[in-house]
């Protein structure tokens, strides 16, 4: 079988993730160049099948190179992208394409008219649980949906230099979520009512102009509901559930954990904590998102998770930010490219 | 120790069980007149030192009466307290004290202006695992409540005769949901934006102008918010459900079960279904109930469960009638008499 | 329809349990008699139409009562009931029967030639939780059943002259553990192996020569076993489980706990603790195990736990005792009458 | 940082899982010959970096080669062992080491004799969960244990071909849970009584001699006991629990399952089966039990699962034998080595 050969740009976290992924588990790809200008790699830190570069374009460029896996920083995104849609090479790149909307939907139509593969780094979707909680509904075991409930809640507050430029908790965090509610349901958001405040720690709005809690509603286009809320701190770990509510039952994910063992003592039956974060409670969707580009490309299939996902997830978040500070709940039709 | 002598008016399903309660079960009261305009008791159904007479307003001015337990039609429930205030005589009313919300202000001014005791039927607060979250709470064991979510749903769709009368699904069904943020959190609520549909059976919309599915979100006085959810029909059983998430840790309150028994077979795991309606899980909680309007009449103390709760879970349920119409947040300070 | 009229003997724990849950929630059957030699009745406790006397005889002899309850003290059972049985009375009598397997079996004996029936006080077959696994097994949910595990533990050591008066663990505690096993399964067993020590306190040997934790497999007729693990000490509650293992499937019977709340914070996420001990834990049986008694001699039916019940949950007991002592497994048909 | 190269004997299933565990996870080691005389490699199956060979022997004499993994059919484990220690290789070996206790005790006294490391394949050691179980007993947290009670069930009953040549149920299945008993408490086992029968399937005992279900109890040499409940057939999935209860605490490690989710509809709330055999369940026991082997090997250290241990659970295996056969408990002193 062919395997698809990958440039990786990017050796920060989630470049090191992919890499990691993809030598060690992917059944159709292997990396052949990484790209980075700053990174130090280790002496035999990678294979000696695979070229070091120090230039991006240079990687996607490569003659070799089939795909292109973007995880630079979140203000190249869209120009690596670019640049691979130009080389006619279909390109994963992190969430979010880019923090403003009429970017976003360039790239989107970009990768269109040039008929060139464009996923994004929705990792969520491929969660095993999720895709579980989606499939019965597909499958009709809870009949139509009524309501989506989706929980979602980091264990920590980042710090606020971090946040300032994070495009704020809507468009940073709460974006996962709008695409949940897309995913679980198969229907588009088409109004959106958002609150948000600083409950945490009131330097979250004064330092980062920012919120840390949020209670967002949307209606989808078929007049059902989903609800969002999210908080920067659960004390208790990250917190990631889900309750779909149909005319025929409901689906709930609960919070993965660290393990199955239960104490008892005087004070209690003790269960264990949610794993406290997202390397450890998605580790399988990072992996699982890989190999799902590598499989739709090999197969020429369109990617589970496209710009035009991106993009609507995107305009919720936006709509979002309006509803917040308009307090009415917004239209997404209402929102212009400007 | 004095016994406390109640007056029970109406013999319907909660008149029933108030009797069956305070006889069995109150360590401080005894029921001594029943009055039902049209029940026809069996023979002895009612303890010699019980009489039974036609006219409610008989049992309100009995000399033996030291109270009144109203548990009439809603229609008759504000006469049957504007009557027994007159005697001086505390009440206990099942909700609501009127669909109106000027009756309902009116009564609550009147109660207040002659020192009666006039306690509500918000039975959900004298439930065992509401009490102990509340008091967890107060303890603050999870911190500053950031977000109370709120899930009512009933296990059947009333029939439609029963819901054109009802008064809609806010003031009927979700007003337990906003007497239980405010109960839970010790905060008022502000405001109010509301959603609601028939999303179960469209006769609910054409055949009695209601709504058979919510989802409304509250905004509490310190900056906090609720959030509930509202089906008519829950497939699997009355779905009462609570999430309390602060600063320090979440408080979730489980629905309570049929039994403990799990059964395990090639299909799945299988766990007992919710109590599937509000005489079984909240028996506990009707028991309660009266007995602690009885001991406060005792002690000369204010009931758990006022008008003046009563009269702001009935301004929340007219703001958010009022927010579903507009489709905009509305404030409780919005809400006139009229 | 006619009510079972009944005396009650004995006044302390038990006895003022059968009180109150008769004159509350029986359906059939009301007090007409109690005697106690030395109870000392508050004002009014009594209703006017109840009789209080000091002699139990008296009682069981006066001619409106139709049927006996026994809750004197254990040493007195026996006779009691040989006197409700000399005058032809159905008699409810609590477990044991007596200490002695061959009292108990000439009890049986007498009971069975004179045509009298004879319930014993096995009231955990009345708890709704156990009810439902039985119905269960017996609707062949699980298939034939292979083997049943019943943890049996109690939250704290009784005092040591408890125990040395108590007939030892094997008599005072594990008994309801052997009827659980034949009233699960609908088998009787055949043979023990039983080990046991004194791991929670030694003067539990030393003091009262008996053992306060117990491992004790048993064989039953059709070749399947029973699990049964005891102990006087579980710091976390009163634990009563059940597991029952078939070649279909599986039936778990959890604690019931204070509340279903879940408090997650930076420790872990707890849940409630088991109710502590047995008044809590089996209120529901013990009302249901009175009513079982009061309509099965209405109907003129056999009780549901009978002296013959008891017998065999004896000779368990006495077979786990030679077990321990001669560390072998003992069949039942070697335990002789002496 | 010097890397371990191994010897890997045998790429049957665990080989198999071997391989892929050490070449993609192991921080310490690689494999550098492996053999196998039947096997047919797939081209490029193994790196440039591996030699593969027909004779196991070859294998363990190559000068490269620092350290052997026995994966071969069992019969063979005790001849590639002893190679090993000949050539003073440390060596990890599949369990059981031999079928015969015998020549069990004799490699562990050569091993011991020449100073050659060997480590027994007792994977559940291995498992996150098990080892958070048995943490929780070395910090305390339950206080001195009184019962363990062990629950191993397959899901499916192994072909009567492969139970015949298997050393039957306590030799090839039980001896997880004698080495499971052994290392949660660190106490050893004195004493067993074992029954035993075909209650799944007679032709497990008519074709091959066995039993198919299994109650065992041990006594530990602390006088605390363990409880063993094997099968070979539950229809849930592969039945893996664990219960640990001490004078301060129980501690309960409950079986992995395919997902979180929980799906509530009419007919009641339903959970995820449990992982349904081995290779899932204890996947990442293999990846850490050879890390372990490569570390303490690494380290100099004495291997966390040793012949000792083998000699020990192999022990009590052959006393379950005796038990079952002579129907009585069989002290482990008893047990020769013939």
Redesign the interface.
């Known amino acids: 079988m062919k395997k698809l050969k990958l440039a990786l740009l990017g050796m920060g976290r989630m470049g090191k993730t992919h890499y990691r992924n993809i030598q060690?588990?992917s059944a159709g790809a292997s990396i052949v160049v990484v790209a980075d200008p700053l990174y130090q790699p280790a002496a035999g830190e990678f294979g000696p099948e695979v070229s070091f570069v120090r230039d991006p374009e240079e990687a996607i460029a490569h003659p070799d190179v089939d795909a292109v896996i973007v995880a630079t920083p979140t203000d190249t995104h869209a120009g690596m992208v670019e640049k691979a849609i130009a080389h006619g090479k279909p390109v994963f790149c992190e969430k979010p394409l880019d923090l403003s909307l009429r970017k976003t939907a360039a790239i989107e139509a970009l990768a269109r008219s040039r008929g060139v593969k464009l996923m994004l780094g929705f990792n969520r979707r491929f969660d095993?649980?999720f895709i579980?909680?989606r499939r019965?509904v597909q499958e009709g075991?809870?009949g139509?949906v009524?309501?989506v409930?989706i929980t979602n809640?980091d264990p920590d507050l980042p710090p606020i230099p971090f946040l300032k430029t994070s495009g704020g908790l809507f468009m940073d965090f709460s974006i996962h979520d709008f695409d949940m509610a897309r995913y679980i349901t198969g229907r588009n958001v088409i109004e959106v009512?958002a609150?948000g405040?600083a409950?945490?720690d009131p330097a979250v709005a004064t330092g980062a102009n920012d919120i840390d809690?949020a209670?967002i509603?949307l209606?989808l286009d078929d007049?059902?509901?989903a609800?969002i809320?999210n908080?920067r701190?659960?004390?208790?770990g990250y917190?990631q559930r889900l309750e779909i509510?149909g005319?025929?039952?409901?689906?709930?994910?609960?919070?993965?954990?660290?393990?199955?063992?239960?104490?008892?003592?005087?004070?209690?039956?003790?269960?264990?904590?949610p794993l406290h974060a997202f390397p450890e409670r998605y580790a399988r969707s990072y992996v699982n998102e890989i190999e799902a580009f590598v499989q739709t490309i090999l197969r020429g299939e369109e990617p589970p998770a496209t710009a035009a996902d991106s993009l609507q997830a995107t305009l919720a978040a936006v709509a979002a930010n309006r509803s917040m500070q308009e307090?009415?709940?917004v239209k997404l039709s209402e929102i212009g490219l400007d």
């Open positions: 060690q588990s095993p649980d579980q909680a019965a075991r809870i139509k009524h309501i409930k809640r009512f609150r405040a409950l945490i809690t209670l509603t209606t007049g059902s509901w609800l809320d908080s701190k659960a004390v208790f917190d509510f005319e025929a039952g409901m689906i709930q994910v609960d919070n993965n954990t660290y393990h199955r063992n239960v104490r008892a003592d005087a004070a209690g039956i003790h269960h264990a904590l307090n009415r709940p």
